[in-house]
């Protein structure tokens, strides 16, 4: 057996992002517009904003949340998912970020049907309940990871039977299935898919995944 390695996972990842997902115009921008702005390149992969839009195609998604929009590459994947008088709303509590991500989106033509919300997500969450704005039928949720138990508690009452809830950065290299971690973060994501877990609305399932990014996972949980 071949040792498989980080090198391995980024050939892999490069072949089969050349072949499947090829970068075009308005999503090489967005990522060369973020690098030059000196953002941390934590977006997702260009296989795995496919997926998402794959998903959020499959499931027919007219109304979409994202909760952590850096320079709004997950953004594009998703709301090219988008039918006719679709939406999405993406959340982000960095200024910078947020200024970024809208020239990036109105690059892809994205524009009329992408809102970017600036604010703490905990701070907007609350806002979009009393604007009426849910039901939302697909919701990713990609912010700080210390925030995703709330998150979540919010991605539940903005959602109906159906909704799919998304949450990327579910394994941390392993990190995840240390009990004993310190790490904010990991005890962040733990308490989420703790809570996920005890959810009776909810049934869920996770995907460990490498590539380019190494080695993490997406966690899928249906609103029953
Ligand atoms: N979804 C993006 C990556 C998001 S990175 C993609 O894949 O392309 C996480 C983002 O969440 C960062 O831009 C960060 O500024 C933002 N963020 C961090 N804390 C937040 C908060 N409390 N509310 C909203 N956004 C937050
Ligand atoms: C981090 C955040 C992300 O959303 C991600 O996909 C990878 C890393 C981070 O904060 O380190
Ligand atoms: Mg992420």
Same mark, same amino acid.
């Given at each position: 057996?071949?040792?498989?390695?980080?090198?391995?996972?980024?050939?892999?990842?490069?072949?089969?992002?050349?072949?499947?997902?090829?970068?075009d115009?308005?999503?090489?921008?967005?990522?060369?517009?973020?690098?030059?702005a000196?953002?941390?390149?934590?977006?997702?992969?260009?296989?795995?904003?496919?997926?998402?839009?794959?998903?959020a195609?499959s499931?027919g998604?007219?109304?979409?949340?994202?909760?952590?929009?850096?320079?709004?590459?997950?953004?594009?994947w998703?709301?090219?998912a *988008?039918?006719?008088?679709?939406?999405? *709303?993406?959340? #982000?509590?960095?200024?910078?970020?947020?200024?970024?991500?809208? $020239?990036n989106?109105?690059?892809a033509?994205?524009?009329?049907?992408?809102?970017?919300r600036?604010?703490?997500?905990?701070?907007?969450?609350?806002? *979009?309940?009393? #604007?009426?704005?849910?039901?939302?039928d697909f919701?990713?949720?990609?912010?700080?990871?210390?925030?995703?138990?709330?998150y979540?508690?919010?991605?539940?009452?903005?959602?109906?039977?159906?909704?799919?809830?998304?949450?990327?950065?579910?394994?941390?290299?392993?990190?995840?299935a240390?009990p004993?971690?310190?790490?904010?973060?990991?005890?962040?994501?733990?308490?989420?898919?703790a809570?996920?877990? $005890?959810?009776?609305?909810?049934?869920?399932?996770?995907i460990?995944?490498?590539g380019?990014?190494?080695?993490?996972?997406?966690?899928?949980?249906?609103?029953?």
């Amino acid at each position: 057996m071949v040792a498989v390695t980080q090198e391995r996972w980024t050939a892999v990842d490069q072949y089969l992002t050349d072949l499947l997902a090829p970068a075009d115009p308005a999503l090489a921008a967005t990522l060369a517009s973020s690098e030059a702005a000196g953002l941390p390149a934590i977006q997702v992969t260009p296989n795995a904003g496919k997926l998402l839009m794959l998903l959020a195609m499959s499931h027919g998604a007219k109304n979409i949340l994202e909760i952590g929009t850096l320079g709004g590459y997950s953004t594009i994947w998703m709301a090219r998912a *988008l039918s006719q008088g679709g939406r999405l *709303l993406s959340l #982000e509590a960095n200024s910078k970020h947020a200024a970024i991500a809208r $020239a990036n989106i109105a690059g892809a033509g994205l524009a009329d049907v992408v809102e970017v919300r600036l604010g703490a997500a905990l701070d907007t969450l609350p806002l *979009l309940e009393a #604007e009426g704005r849910g039901p939302f039928d697909f919701i990713f949720i990609d912010a700080d990871k210390t925030g995703y138990p709330d998150y979540f508690t919010w991605a539940l009452r903005l959602s109906r039977p159906g909704t799919m809830i998304i949450a990327d950065n579910v394994v941390r290299n392993g990190a995840i299935a240390d009990p004993e971690s310190t790490d904010p973060n990991v005890q962040g994501v733990r308490r989420f898919n703790a809570m996920v877990a $005890a959810e009776p609305r909810v049934t869920a399932t996770a995907i460990q995944t490498v590539g380019s990014k190494g080695y993490d996972g997406l966690l899928l949980a249906m609103v029953l």
